[in-house]
Structure formats: structure tokens, C-alpha cells
């Protein structure tokens, strides 16, 4: 849960809702079903580290 002073973090959805069946992730944000369905039930500390998870999974793709 946020405090009062802490901001929530936004979702990394870019309105890109599809899944691509061999990696099982969004084409558009990168996550799984699992992580956009639990999105915001994480707290923050849980969302930045999946927002690098992103990051280095958006690295592989493009390598």
C-alpha cells in the first residue's frame, strides 16, 4: 500500500493489449498476464522492480 506521500507508480500499459504466444508477454508493455493482472495489488518497492524487469526484457527482444 502507497502512504499519503508516497506516489503511486504508474502502470506500463501503453493500450498495446496482446499477448505474444511464444515469450507469454504483452507486445506493448511486456508483461505477463500474471504481472498485469496483479499489477496493482504490488506495492511500490514491488512495481519499480518489476518496471526493470521490463526494461531488460525489452533489451532482449531487441538485441
Known sequence: MTTETEQEIESPCVGVCAMDETTGYCLGCYRTIDEIKTWWDKTNAEKSALL???????AQSFD
Not at 526493470?52 to 525489452?58: D, F, N
Open 52 to 58: 526493470q524487469t521490463l526494461e531488460a526484457r525489452v
